[in-house]
C-alpha cells in the first residue's frame, strides 16, 4: 500500500516531490530490510520516476469538473505512470538477466502489482486529501 503514495505525491505536490519521494523512500526501505542503499538501485529510481511521470502527467491533462472524471483521471494518470516509469528496470539487463526473464519475473509482477495497489488506493487518498488541502488553502 505504501507504493500508492508515491504517484499520489507527485500529483499533488510536484514532480520533484515525487522523484524524492520514490527515490529516498525505496531507499530507506532497502536499507530497513538489509540490503544496502545501492543493491536495487534501478529499482528506487523506477520508483521515483513513477511519482515524477505521475506529477507531469497531472500538470499537463486537464482536470474535468465532476467527482468521477476526477476519480477516472487519476486513474489514467496513476496507469500510465507505474507502466512509464517501472520500464526503467529493464536496467536488469545489464545485469545479466534476459529480457524475457525481466518481463515476465520482473516487470510485469511489479506493474501488476504497484500498478492495482496504486488504482485503489490513490483516488482514495486524494479524496482524504481534499478536506486538508481546502483547509491549508492550497
Avoid: C, M
Avoid at 500510465?80 to 545479466?96: R, S
Wanted: net charge positive; proline share 6%; charged share 10%.
Amino acid at each position: 500500500p505504501a507504493l500508492a503514495i508515491v504517484p499520489f505525491v507527485g500529483i499533488r505536490f510536484g514532480p520533484i516531490a515525487g522523484l524524492f519521494t520514490g527515490l529516498v523512500g525505496n531507499a530507506v526501505v532497502d536499507q530497513i530490510q538489509g540490503f544496502g542503499f545501492l543493491t536495487f538501485w534501478n529499482w528506487g529510481l523506477a520508483n521515483g520516476l513513477i511519482g515524477l511521470f505521475a506529477a507531469l502527467l497531472a500538470h499537463y491533462l486537464p482536470e474535468p469538473s465532476g467527482r468521477s472524471g476526477k476519480a477516472v483521471r487519476l486513474v489514467a494518470l496513476t496507469a500510465v505512470a507505474v507502466v512509464a516509469g517501472l520500464v526503467f528496470t529493464v536496467t536488469e539487463v545489464l545485469f545479466g538477466q534476459t529480457v524475457v526473464y525481466w518481463f515476465t519475473g520482473g516487470y510485469l509482477p511489479a506493474v501488476l502489482t504497484t500498478g492495482l495497489v496504486s488504482l485503489l488506493l490513490v483516488p482514495v487518498l486524494d479524496r482524504a486529501w481534499q478536506p486538508l488541502a481546502r483547509h491549508a488553502g492550497r
